[in-house]
């Protein structure tokens, strides 16, 4: 009941309620209908991934924080409790794969980068099952450099190597359309085969190669340029870049009938939106419809102007971050678009501050973190304390920049941290080139006007993780329907999960309390029918996002620090291996899946007789043996019925798996049985009952060398990671400090989850290591409120100080 209501809550929270601003004979009216009916159908979640590092040598251990929130509010979101967490290369092929626990909209971890990989750029994507059925823009990615030392140099791709280059060039009309006859806004994007933005030289030209005007990006290959296109006419750009390379790409086709939308920002209570159309008569009856993520939604009349539509949007009406700007014609059908960005005004600053800015080898560092949000709440921080070398990496996305503007745009946007932080008018001006080239919408027009209810193959995981699968016969290959399937994992303390079939044959598994790789074993009833055959689905997404990140060239100057750093990570895991697994849930002999039974037998406390049929004769009194058929069969004695016997068999389990043939069960060695357990009553588990349960368990719940039905499916499967603790030496004793064992960390420090106190304080403590240098501290952070901020800090380690 609880999950219902959460999950009624958060379907409120999306863009509802009553629209502003407009008469009631505006045909919008129908529009905002349907809207909410559709985002009221689903929430959103967003996640936003703290990476220890951006770059890491082949066996390293990469620490993460996971921040999952509500799309909206940006408050942490306690309703998917798994993470599903991927390492994936530049073909989003995933190199490494886990599941991470959330509680309370957060998790953390760790992966030893395999061994195996070769050079490049590779991305952390994370996501959870709900979000799986959105596109994987959606879901969250950050870039990191993944370097092999066991590659050798003429493997790598060389940086100063001969080739051409190659680039891609888009134009995006403001609205959505080149339109003749009227004054058109052409936004660009170029960017390299490296994905990252070029400079260059540009010049318009149309069918005659006679050239209409010029242009240049303003940063990072973006840029607009404003004119006429006339009446079926083709036109294309040229550039050239640096290096005097050429490159031609064609515009958009022009509409020759249409809208187009010009969005102006001033320093007045207004953004000013223009929309010409032709033909001019065209622009009688548009409407406006503006929605971000928190405001209430506007519809708005524009007031025409010698055949243009003027729309003045009050900005103070308007959510912080993006906005959706829609324009539509009378009927009502969307007919332009694009987003507008308001600033931030709030804010989570975070400041990290050592003692001093000098430190020497073995040092303790004491670091002093403030948080100071608008409103005043504590904030819950993570965060890394790394070396800087000379190895190329990426720049990491900050948590404000992600959830503030990365997480709501399309494909991979550049350094989004200097967008927030930079002001005035150029700043704004490239700001509002983002928008332009980056701009999508989380669903489509044509789907909302349909009244098409959005159809959710994916569930969110509240309960625990999904474990998905197929039955399918044996001899026709065919899904089969309403069939039970049974999953268990030998164990101690029994663990069994049950699923029925649909009608296309799926299953689907809600486990919880599972972790790390186990053993699972899934098979049907065998006493009903032994036709079926199971299959079990990867939980994780195939889908690939649109973004690039940029490829690295790997230059001769890079490998001796490369050098270094691996001899650093060989002699790390060779003197300093500590023991990381800190279990959340201990697997100890305690009550099984169906709680406290009504008979329970510890063997060794009787004499123990050396077939089975002794001991269930002799010492269980509430079940009854008998022979039928010459075979065996169990009936439970109805603890509810005077004198009553369930007809039928009851469950039979083995270390929590079920037996359903009761001879294979009376031929197991009984000395390998430490306890017996009876309920002896009906049970209900999952859609099925059961007339008693009879639960055997062997000393170390490894089913002894029980064999297995034949037609069962056992495989090996991977739960979420147990808790991980990051170890890192102290040296508050003079013997430690004076220790011949080298230490090479260059990860001094990783906390993921600090919360500071009633006045935005807190603190930790670290030591030092061998290696000198610069060390970078980065701090990322979330207030319950979902006020994101990040912060960066700097200190040296020198040979010689502090001794």
């Not at 005659?208 to 036109?235: I, V």
């Not at 039928?628 to 509810?640: A, E, G, P, S, T």
Request: aromatic share 10%; glycine share 6%.
């Amino acid at each position: 009941m609880k999950g219902k209501n959460i999950l009624l809550s958060l379907a409120a929270l999306v863009l509802v309620g009553p629209f502003s601003s407009f008469a009631q004979n505006v045909p919008l009216a129908g529009v905002q209908r349907q809207l909410a009916s559709y985002t009221g159908e689903y929430f959103q979640e967003k996640i936003y991934v703290h990476v220890d590092r951006p770059l890491y040598v082949v066996g390293e251990t990469m620490w993460f924080k996971i921040y999952c929130v509500a799309g909206d509010t940006h408050r942490a979101l306690d309703v998917s409790k798994i993470a599903y967490l991927e390492l994936i290369d530049k073909e989003s092929n995933p190199v490494a794969q886990m599941k991470i626990s959330l509680t309370d909209g957060q998790g953390d971890g760790n992966l030893i980068v395999p061994a195996g990989l070769a050079n490049g750029t590779y991305a952390v994507r994370c996501y959870t099952n709900w979000m799986k059925n959105f596109n994987p823009d959606h879901y969250f990615e950050t870039p990191v450099r993944i370097l092999n030392p066991f590659i050798v140099a003429d493997d790598m791709p060389a940086a100063d190597a001969a080739r051409v280059p190659a680039y891609e060039l888009q134009f995006f009309p403001e609205g959505g359309n080149l339109v003749s006859q009227v004054e058109n806004r052409v936004a660009f994007r170029a960017a390299g085969r490296d994905g990252k933005g070029v400079d260059f030289k540009g010049a318009l030209v149309n069918a005659k190669n006679d050239t209409l005007l010029r242009f240049e990006p303003q940063r990072f290959g973006l840029g607009s340029f404003r004119f006429t296109p006339a009446a079926s006419e083709k036109y294309r750009a040229i550039l050239q870049d640096s290096q005097g390379h050429s490159f031609t790409s064609p515009l958009p086709g022009v509409q020759n009938q249409g809208y187009t939308m010009q969005v102006s920002d001033s320093a007045d209570q207004f953004v000013k939106v223009l929309v010409r159309s032709q033909p001019e008569s065209m622009a009688a009856g548009l409407s406006l419809l503006a929605h971000g993520r928190t405001a209430k939604p506007l519809a708005l009349r524009p007031v025409m102007q010698n055949g243009t539509a003027v729309f003045l949007v009050e900005k103070a009406q308007l959510s912080e971050g993006i906005t959706q700007l829609t324009v539509f014609d009378q009927n009502p059908r969307p007919v332009a678009e694009r987003l507008y960005f308001k600033r931030l005004t709030k804010g989570l600053t975070i400041e990290a501050k050592t003692a001093q800015n000098e430190y020497g080898p073995r040092e303790k560092v004491h670091l002093d973190l403030m948080a100071n949000a608008t409103v005043e709440e504590a904030a819950t921080l993570s965060v890394s304390v790394y070396l800087l070398d000379s190895l190329d990496s990426p720049d990491p996305i900050d948590i404000d920049a992600y959830f503030g503007l990365t997480s709501d745009l399309q494909g991979t946007v550049e350094s989004p941290a200097t967008y927030l932080q930079e002001t005035g008018t150029a700043a704004d001006a490239a700001l509002d080139h983002v928008m332009l080239t980056h701009g999508w919408r989380r669903f489509r027009w044509d789907e909302v006007l349909s009244d098409k209810k959005p159809d959710f193959k994916y569930l969110p995981e509240y309960g625990g993780h999904f474990i998905k699968g197929k039955i399918t016969s044996t001899e026709t290959g065919q899904p089969q329907k309403n069939v039970a399937a049974f999953l268990a994992t030998p164990d101690l303390r029994p663990t069994l999960f049950i699923a029925e079939s649909d009608s296309l044959g799926n299953l689907r598994f809600e486990v919880n309390k599972l972790q790390d790789t186990q053993e699972i074993i899934v098979q049907t009833n065998t006493r009903l029918d032994s036709t079926y055959r199971i299959e079990i689905s990867s939980p994780y997404s195939g889908q690939a996002s649109s973004r690039r990140w940029p490829q690295f060239a790997f230059s001769s100057e890079q490998e001796t620090p490369l050098l270094t750093r691996s001899v650093n990570m060989q002699t790390l895991n060779a003197f300093m291996a500590r023991p990381t697994l800190r279990p959340v849930f201990a697997n100890t002999d305690s009550l099984a899946f169906f709680g406290k039974p009504d008979e329970r037998y510890m063997l060794d406390a009787f004499t123990r007789f050396p077939t089975m049929e002794e001991v269930m004769r002799e010492y269980v009194p509430g079940v009854f043996v008998r022979r039928r058929q010459k075979k065996f069969q169990f009936n439970v004695l109805d603890n509810i019925t005077p004198q009553g016997v369930f007809k039928d068999e009851p469950l039979i389990l083995l270390d929590g798996v079920p037996v359903f043939d009761t001879d294979k069960i009376m031929a197991f060695d009984p000395l390998k049985v430490k306890k017996l357990e009876v309920i002896d009553a009906l049970y209900y588990l999952g859609p099925r009952s059961f007339p008693g349960i009879v639960s055997y368990t062997t000393y170390k719940g490894d089913l002894a060398g029980f064999e297995l039905d034949p037609r069962s499916l056992v495989q090996s499967y991977d739960f979420a990671q147990s808790r991980r603790e990051f170890y890192a030496p102290r040296y508050d004793i003079a013997s430690d400090r004076a220790s011949r064992l080298p230490d090479f960390r260059n990860l001094l420090h990783w906390s993921p989850t600090l919360t500071t106190n009633a006045q935005g304080k807190q603190g930790l403590d670290f030591y030092t290591s061998d290696q000198t240098g610069t060390y970078r501290v980065v701090v990322q952070g979330l207030t319950p409120g979902g006020t994101a901020g990040s912060g960066e800090y700097v200190f040296e380690v020198k040979p010689g100080v502090g001794q």
